[in-house]
């Protein structure tokens, strides 16, 4: 297991441990409250009771499987965090909470879940919870490609993965300092930025980490070498530091957008950037538009679009 997928799973795994028993009581305390107007002691100590046998019971599993080879994964953490809702359901039919009306698909799916508690995903554990899976998957998806592509041998023993997670905005400047050294070692495939830096940076400041989703790459001494900007369903920038090319980050980074966006993605790229429309087609995106120049550069640039199939 690499280095980066053991420190996300064990990263997943302590996130669960806290946040599953804490949603199970959380949960029924809800679905108490809005049957009945208030929780009752009895609700109360039935929510405590399911969120301590979760605890015991399901999470060790949880941490038996992120901490277990890829390849030995039988079921996923989503599928046993599922498996914690009967906990629930038990309390709120002992306490007589009414059954809710579903519609036909969620009943044939979840016939036994009278109350509606199946997570869709692991956010809805919240929101640092939804954030560490994304990573994990990345991480994992990240491996699998490296071992079923004859690459793993190929991985340096002795320079750690980068790890990936949401950006702060207290790395501005590194975020825009990754971008620029970026673009200016992209010429002439793509034409350099009509704006100074000064003002890059600003936008940066301004915009891109003030109103955007941004996520980064994060090396073992804390720079930052890759960055990821999500906006609606853009992938809006994605950059790597040059001397941290052709080692999967941009991969991985790709993961997390698909992640985060699983109704689709678009974005653009230059024409003349075909390193970029390779790696992007390799990654399943598919060409949908291309103009002349619509765009402050003037270059000639294509449109890409990834639906998940």
Do not use: C
Request: proline share 6%.
């Amino acid at each position: 297991m690499s280095s980066s997928l053991a420190e996300a799973a064990a990263a997943l795994a302590d996130e669960l441990d806290a946040s599953l028993p804490s949603w199970i009581r959380g949960t029924i305390e809800q679905r108490v409250e809005a049957a009945f107007g208030a929780v009752t002691p009895e609700a109360s100590k039935g929510a405590r009771d399911a969120a301590e046998r979760v605890r015991a019971e399901i999470v060790p599993r949880i941490h038996d499987l992120l901490g277990s080879d890829m390849d030995a994964h039988r079921t996923t953490p989503q599928a046993l965090v599922r498996q914690a809702v009967p906990y629930a359901t038990a309390v709120l039919r002992g306490l007589g909470v009414p059954e809710l009306r579903r519609d036909a698909f969620v009943s044939e799916r979840f016939p036994d879940d009278v109350y509606d508690l199946t997570p869709a995903s692991l956010a809805a554990l919240g929101e640092e919870t939804g954030e560490l899976a994304i990573i994990w998957g990345a991480a994992k998806a990240h491996e699998h490609r490296l071992r079923h592509s004859g690459q793993a041998d190929a991985r340096s023993p002795v320079t750690p993965e980068p790890s990936l997670r949401r950006a702060d905005i207290g790395e501005v400047q590194a975020i825009a300092d990754v971008w620029l050294r970026s673009r200016a070692a992209s010429v002439p495939a793509i034409p350099l930025p009509v704006h100074g830096d000064s003002d890059i940076r600003a936008w940066f400041s301004d915009v891109v980490l003030a109103t955007r989703e941004v996520w980064v790459a994060e090396a073992s001494g804390g720079e930052i070498v890759g960055v990821l900007v999500l906006e609606h369903g853009w992938l809006d920038q994605l950059y790597l530091d040059p001397g941290w090319t052709n080692r999967g980050i941009g991969s991985r980074l790709v993961d997390i957008a698909k992640a985060r966006r699983p109704e689709g993605l678009d974005l653009w790229t230059f024409q003349a950037n075909h390193g970029a429309r390779r790696f992007y087609e390799r990654h399943g995106f598919t060409a949908v538009e291309i103009t002349e120049g619509d765009n402050e550069e003037g270059a000639p640039d294509v449109r890409y679009r990834w639906r998940r199939s």
